[in-house]
């Protein structure tokens, strides 16, 4: 059967364990910071429910080359809980953790020491190993957080008659993105000129094929298997990839983030509301921009449905993690005193004095956001 | 605020007093013009007036002339001391100063600046001195009224006015504290609320409250510390970025450079291909005129040979026409040969014998001569043909000689072709040998360097070791010490800190000065002063001076303890000092520290150690870091350095292969080469090796023809010789001839002439036998020179045949159609050159220095590179810049929300502020404020006679209203009483002063006020002075102190429980009309009670 699977690989890259989230706040950066760790138990499951034959884990795993004992000490309990004896697992050093004498990687570290057999870490430019299916991986780790050589040139090229399933994992930037010469460029046609049937690499955090236009032999991006910002680019997600006895390599994407990431504009109101009753916010990593302008019921009725959204101190918010810019919403001033009607005449004062600060740009802001404390306190005291 | 004691010294009838308030309801009396209003007088000059004032005059002593001044401590509304000072009369001095705790003071400010600040702390609406409206005398303001009015002068309480004030600081004060009075519920609820949140958000003076915990405090570090971190990681990116943006130049300069040295190599290329392509051309020409030549040659060749045919052909005919003429010659000898015997015959019979025998002689001897002609004849016309054949040989030999010297032309061309092939080869074989050597050599340097780096390397990491052996040794005395120090948690520290200093502002509460007068009647008096430990024998009569305790130990009977003070502050006093004895005490003495500061010093001292062995240790880390990292360095330069390195012996090996070649030019060849220089070396000597096989096949090939061709011309050259050695000269052997002809013509006339001397038939006979022998001769000469014609014509033929065969076997080692197709490819080879523009060697030389100036720019450019690869691997690179930018992200957010935070609470600030604004500025509620408090304590006093006390805005009594009847406000002080005037006069005052929580001075009021309502009054100050502090000057003690109260020994006694402290000012004033005697009072203590009282 020359179309018959003979190497089934899990590739996933960018888990970036440690990563501080600091435009968060600290309790909702916890909980992105914890995310990192927890997917890896669905990454595994995957490798499992797919039954591949290795896991390719293509760099940056660590978001620094030396981090705090915690991490390392749950990647490798997470590894050793499980007696994958034929199913090797290959960690590779990326840009955010490269292999340096101090770091996680190297030999000396009990993060070696902690790690089953059969986790194998990327730690020279010659790694070669052989997988079923008359196959060979070579992978070639980051050294330095920077560099300039294209680490796929360390890789040998298919010798003549080599007939074997040939697979390379680097680190580093395909030369079409941004700053890539000094992040380990990666030539775009690299598996084609080093002989490879798969080139699996890590770093930029979308899913995405290396050309776009799906050429053979793939490379591919996996990307983050947890997001990390809003401008991803199809993020969360591993990498299957299936090689027939013809060397053709095909790759399914497997989803297994639990956050998604997005950002929302609400113009109105009506906007938020709609916000509010959406029914898929838990799991939910929301950039909520505001950008308008409402009368103060309105305005009232926002701060509570933000407050709903948010959480407060005593009620978790709907949304599982909100970062919010509020600068847009606006307190419309104009027709204020119908909402204030019936406040004793020193008060109806305050707000037409108030109203006359509003009218200084440099003033606007809090004179408008006192008329609404004002609005809001009066009303609850006449409740 | 609140006073808390005054001194005055020379101050009007008062030569000096001094006087401690309590908090609450103070009672100072004494008779009638015993200078108590002076005391009134003295608060307002400390308080009020500067000492140049005009109003100061007033203060001079009456019977001295001595400097009046005034002291005065007082506690505002923070909780803060101050004690003013001031000098009036001639030396005009103010003094403020201030403290936490009222027993440490430091000065804050002099002269002018006393009067300002004082003003300001007041608020009682006096504007600073100096400016336009500064008043001028002594500063009046409806709260200076209210709170410190002079004797009663009640109409202008009652008809006082805010409005009248110059600065609004009495009337923010009084709307900031009547405010809550009056107010509408919903204004107070959001005043409530913004209170508040003000209060939550902003210090007293209106600033950012900046406390670790305030959400200003939390936002703002949450901003220093992201900012911090964002510079910090910028210093980074720059780093990086600075060697990122090199790396990319040098990466462009490095492919430009490249580019450049790939084009210049080309181009030298090009031109040495041009160069040799011209020379191959010229080469191609050369060979193509010479296959023309040879072509040419051939077909001469070929045309001689034809010509030989043709002639040898001729040659033949003749010599077959010769053969043919001889033999009919010699037929026709044979007939006449028959002829002349018949013809001698007949002579014979015709002759006699005598005459016939001389004929006879004489025609033998005539025969003879002709027969030695014809033999004559025929040796020269051998000669004349060996001649012509030795020409010939001549001319064949030259033609030879020619051949092979042009044979041996293209052999010298093609051993010097071979000889520059040889050259080529060996240049390419050592460039080959050079590359090895020098790259070997290359190796062996980046060895080396490696293997110096790596000494450096261990050397740092040996030098750190020692620094890590001196700092742990260091580190561990220093660590036993701090161990061994065993000083308590600085929560004891702080506690026993905070206990000393309770102690010893409770101790300094007790202060005011004593004396005991100890008078001793025989037995051993023993004294300590002021807590000191150690007791001393005093003399018999003395006095104690002291400020807070007295210990006498009288004999070995009693031992008496006298402590200054209040009761109270002596209970709270001993409390703390047992306390402090059981809870502290051991514990300093155990540790063997004198005090709770030199504790403190101590435990500071302690952390700092503890601090600096803290930064130490971090610096051993890192020094052991260090180390790791050195040493793992050193490992890699180590390794790489036996990765590269190569041994001297192959060094010279490599180096012997390269030859006696100049190095300058292999370098130059080796540098044109560029990356791929070993398989173009080696490209390039397999091809002069092939280039240098041909040259020696064509040499192989041109030796044999120029052997050929030196084999022939040596042959001609030997037939020549040959021929030309027994020839002649031809001219010489024509003469002969001819001269040989001449000679046979007269030879045979006279044989004929002979033949006619005898008669007739001897005649006809003779003329028969010499016609006969005529023909004979002529058939013999026919016949000779038929032969001769014959031998001619065969000599010629076998030499034509001779040289036909010499020249066809010449043809015969010529290919025409190989010359031709060798003609053919030549005309293409040379046409394959096509017209291009001819290379000089110059060119060529340029191109070369060219290629050379850019390879050593590109290695220039890449050792560039390399170096930056080097800084490149040491800095962050993307992630920094990933950092960066999500820093600034969080920054920016952090930024926001502050701003949030800060509008929020600015708007809530501004909220509050706008409306007390608002209100101030409608005014309204200060009377409302006032009026209610106000008509509720004079309806008591009334009985409920007046219903309403209005007063306006600016507090000014507006009317009231009596039994449902309304009195105007010019009509309330003709309606009331002048007791009852006074009455409501000391109530709007007494409830201001409650609402300010300040002290007030009520100087002889309610002297028209009946006994019940004096009672009503007391309990009333008593009430008030809960809140505020109330100073009764009183010349009728009775209306506020009970008969007992009155009795007491000491001049200050807190009575009823506590709630009232009575002054006698008898016994604490000295005025300047008393003895002498009593006016020596040491500083610091008040006189003896024998002496008190003496002014009176």
Redesign the interface.
């Known amino acids: 059967m020359e179309d018959e699977i003979v190497l089934k690989l899990l590739h996933t890259a960018d888990w970036h364990l440690g990563r501080r989230f ?2 968060f706040g600290e309790e909702q950066g916890k909980k992105l910071r914890f995310a990192r760790l927890a997917v890896l138990e669905r990454i595994l499951m995957q490798a499992e429910r797919n039954a591949v034959d290795a896991v390719l884990c293509a760099g940056d795993l660590f978001d ?1 080359p030396t981090p705090a004992a915690d991490w390392w000490e749950q990647v490798a309990a997470l590894f050793a809980k499980r007696g994958w004896k034929n199913r090797p697992v290959f960690l590779l050093p990326g ?2 953790d490269p292999f340096l ?2 770091s996680v990687w190297a030999a000396p570290h009990p993060f070696r020491a902690a790690l089953p057999a059969w986790v194998h870490v990327v730690d020279r430019p010659d790694f070669e190993f052989a997988l079923p299916g008359n196959a060979v991986l070579y992978a070639v780790p980051c ?7 294209d680490p796929t040139a360390s890789i040998p090229k298919r010798a003549p008659g080599d007939e074997r399933i040939r697979i390379g994992m680097v680190h580093g ?1 395909t030369f079409d993105l941004a ?1 890539c ?3 380990f460029p990666i030539d775009k046609n690299a598996a084609i000129e080093r002989g490879l049937d798969y080139l699996a690499i890590g ?1 930029t955090h979308g899913f995405r094929f290396v050309p776009p236009d799906r050429l053979v032999p793939p490379t591919i991006y996996p990307g983050a298997p947890e997001p990390t ?1 809003f401008d991803e680019k199809d993020p969360g997600k591993v990498a299957i990839v299936f090689v027939n006895r013809q060397r053709r390599a095909m790759v399914r994407a497997e989803p297994v983030a639990y956050w998604h990431w997005e950002e929302v504009k609400v113009l109105n109101i009506g906007g938020l509301r709609q916000l509010a009753k959406r029914g898929d916010l838990a799991n939910r990593v929301i950039r909520l921009q505001l950008s308008m302008r409402v009368p103060a019921p309105e305005f009232e009725e926002a701060e509570r449905i933000l407050d709903e959204l948010k959480g407060t101190d005593a009620r978790p918010g709907r949304i599982g993690v909100l ?1 919010l ?3 847009g919403l606006e307190l419309e001033i104009a027709g204020i005193e119908q909402h204030c009607m019936g ?5 109806q ?2 707000i037409g ?2 109203r006359d ?1 509003a009218n200084d740009p440099a ?1 606007r ?6 008329l ?3 609005y809001r ?2 009303r ?3 409740r | 605020m609140r006073f808390v004691k005054l001194a005055v010294e020379s101050f009007k009838a008062i030569r000096k007093a001094e006087l401690e308030f309590s908090p609450g309801l103070n009672v100072l009396y004494g008779p009638n013009d015993f200078g108590k209003s002076t005391i009134a007088t003295a608060i307002q000059a400390a308080l009020l007036v500067p000492p140049g004032s005009s109003e100061a005059v007033a203060y001079q002593p009456w019977y001295a002339d001595a400097v009046p001044r005034v002291a005065l401590t007082f506690v505002d509304d923070t909780g803060r001391y101050w004690k003013v000072t001031k000098e009036f009369g001639s030396e005009k001095s103010a003094e403020l100063r201030q403290s936490k705790d009222g027993v440490t003071f430091t000065l804050d400010g002099k002269q002018r600046e006393v009067e300002e600040k004082l003003r300001k702390l007041l608020g009682w609406g006096i504007p600073a001195p100096g400016g336009k409206s500064a008043p001028r005398g002594l500063p009046s303001s409806f709260l200076a009224n209210v709170l410190l009015a002079p004797q009663t002068d009640v109409d202008s309480i009652l008809t006082a006015s805010l409005a009248e004030d110059v600065a609004d600081t009495g009337r923010l004060r009084l709307n900031k504290a009547l405010a809550t009075l009056a107010q ?4 107070k ?2 005043l409530d ?2 209170q508040a ?1 003000v209060t939550r958000h902003f210090t007293p003076t209106g600033q950012r409250t900046r406390k670790a915990t305030s959400p200003f405090a939390l936002a703002s570090d949450a901003v220093k510390k ?1 900012q911090r971190d964002l510079d910090e990681l910028r210093g980074k990116l720059d780093e ?1 970025q600075g ?2 943006a090199a ?2 130049a040098s ?1 462009e300069r490095c492919a430009a450079a490249s580019a450049e040295a790939a084009e210049a190599a080309a181009h030298f290329e090009s031109a040495k291909a041009a160069f040799a392509r011209d020379g191959a051309r010229r080469e191609a020409q050369a060979r193509l005129e010479a296959s023309l030549v040879g072509l040419a040659g051939i077909d001469a060749q070929s045309s001689r040979v034809r010509k030989l045919e043709a002639d040898w052909k001729v040659l033949e005919e003749k010599a077959r026409g010769a053969k043919r003429n001889h033999e009919a010659a010699a037929a026709q000898l044979a007939t006449a040969g028959k002829a002349l015997q018949q013809a001698e015959e007949s002579l014979r019979t015709a002759k006699s014998a005598d005459a016939a025998r001389e004929r006879e002689l004489r025609r033998v001897q005539l025969e003879k001569t002709l027969s030695e002609i014809g033999a004559k004849r025929q040796n020269l016309s051998a000669a004349i043909a060996a001649a012509k054949a030795a020409s010939q040989a001549e001319q064949e030999k030259n033609a030879a000689i020619e051949a092979a010297r042009s044979t041996r032309a293209l052999l010298e061309k093609a051993e010097r072709e071979l000889n520059n092939a040889e050259v080529e080869a060996g240049l390419a074989k050592a460039i080959l040998a050079y590359g090895r050597w020098r790259v070997a050599g290359i190796r062996a340097r980046d060895a080396e360097k490696a293997t110096e780096r790596a000494a450096a390397l261990r050397a740092d990491a040996a030098t750190n070791e020692e620094k890590v052996t001196a700092l742990e040794a260091d580190l561990k005395v220093r660590e036993a010490r701090i161990e061994k120090a065993k000083l308590p948690s600085d929560e004891t520290v702080r506690a026993l800190a905070a206990a000393e200093r309770e102690l010893k502002i409770a101790e300094a509460a007790l202060g005011g000065g004593f004396s005991v007068a100890v008078r001793s009647r025989g037995q051993a008096v023993r004294a300590s002063v002021d807590g000191k430990k150690e007791l001393a024998e005093v003399e018999a009569e003395t006095i104690l001076e002291a400020q807070r305790s007295v210990k006498l130990a009288i004999g070995k009977t009693v031992d008496v303890e006298i402590t200054a003070g209040a009761p109270e502050k002596r209970r709270a006093f001993e409390t703390l000092k047992k306390k402090w004895a059981v809870d502290h005490e051991p514990l300093l003495t155990r540790l063997g520290f004198g005090n709770g500061d030199e504790l403190a010093a101590a435990a500071r001292e302690h952390a700092e150690r503890r601090r600096a062995l803290g930064v130490d240790r971090q610096q051993l880390d890192t020094l052991q ?1 260090e180390i ?2 050195l040493l ?2 050193a490992d890699r330069e180590e390794e790489q350095a036996k990765t590269l390195a190569v041994d001297a012996e192959e060094l010279n090996r490599l180096k012997a292969l390269i030859g006696d070649a100049d190095e300058k030019i292999l370098s130059r060849q080796f540098d044109v080469l560029g990356k791929n220089w070993e398989a173009q070396a080696e490209t390039l000597l397999t091809s002069r090796t092939r280039t240098l096989d041909n040259e020696r096949q064509k040499v192989t090939q041109a030796s044999k023809a120029a052997g050929l061709a030196d084999f022939k011309s040596a042959e001609c050259t030997k037939r020549a010789a040959e021929a030309a050695l027994g020839a002649a000269d031809a001219k010489e052997l024509d003469k002969e001839l001819s001269a040989l002809t001449a000679a046979e013509r007269e030879a045979k006339s006279a044989l004929s002439a002979l033949s006619s001397a005898a008669g007739d038939a001897v005649q006809k006979a003779e003329a028969a036998v010499a016609e006969a022998n005529d023909l004979i001769a002529e058939m013999e000469n026919a016949a000779g020179a038929a032969r001769t014609a014959l031998d001619a014509a065969e000599v010629a033929a076998r030499e034509a045949e001779l040289e036909l065969a010499s020249v066809r076997g010449v043809l015969q080692t010529m290919d025409r159609g190989a010359a031709q197709s060798v003609l053919d490819a030549r005309k293409r080879e040379l046409a394959a050159f096509g017209d291009s523009r001819p290379t000089s060697e110059s060119d060529v030389k340029a191109a070369d220095q060219a290629a050379a100036t850019k390879s050593a720019k590109l290695e220039e450019a890449r050792q560039e590179l390399h170096k930056l ?1 080097g800084a ?10 990933e950092e960066v930018m ?2 600034e ?2 920054l920016a ?2 930024k ?1 929300q502050e701003r ?1 935070i800060e ?2 609470a ?3 600030k ?2 509050h502020d ?2 007390r ?3 101030n500025e ?1 005014g309204a509620h200060l009377g409302r404020a006032l009026a209610a408090p106000l008509t509720r304590r004079f309806a008591e006093i009334t009985r409920g006679r007046y219903e309403t006390i209005k007063l306006d805005g600016e507090l000014r009594t507006e009317g009231l209203a009596v039994a449902g009847v309304h009195v105007a406000e010019d009509e309330v002080i003709g309606a009331l009483s002048v007791g009852t005037r006074d009455q409501l006069a000391t109530l709007i005052r007494l409830t201001i002063a409650e609402q300010l929580k300040s002290a007030i001075v009520l100087d002889d009021q309610l002297v028209h006020t009946d006994r019940s309502r004096l009672e009503w009054f007391r309990r009333a100050f008593i009430k008030v002075s809960i809140d505020a502090q109330v100073i009764v000057l009183t010349c009728r003690p009775g209306d506020y102190l009970l008969e007992s109260e009155l009795q007491g020994d000491a001049p200050i006694r807190d009575v009823s429980g506590g709630t009232i402290r009575a002054l006698d000012a008898e016994r604490l004033f000295t005025r300047w009309d008393a003895p002498v005697a009593v006016s020596e009072v040491r500083t610091g203590s008040v006189p003896p009670p024998v002496s008190a009282g003496a002014g009176r």
């Open positions: 600091r435009n620094e840009n955010h004498p101090e050294q330095s957080k920077a560099g300039q050589r930037s700053d010469q000094t992040n770093d910002a970062e810019d509020r600068q406040l004793p005449d020193v008060l004062s305050v004095r108030l600060a003033q802001l809090v004179a408008e956001r006192a609404f404390h004002l306190t009066a609850q005291g006449m | 509408d519920p919903m204004l609820k959001v609320v913004a949140e992201l990086s060697v990122e790396v990319i990466q870091k790791t990292t793992g360095s690869e490149l691997s040491q800095v962050a690179g993307a992630a920094v810049r999500r820093l992200e969080a957010i952090a926001q949030e509008i929020d600015d708007a809530w501004l909220l706008t409306v604004e608002v209100e409608e």
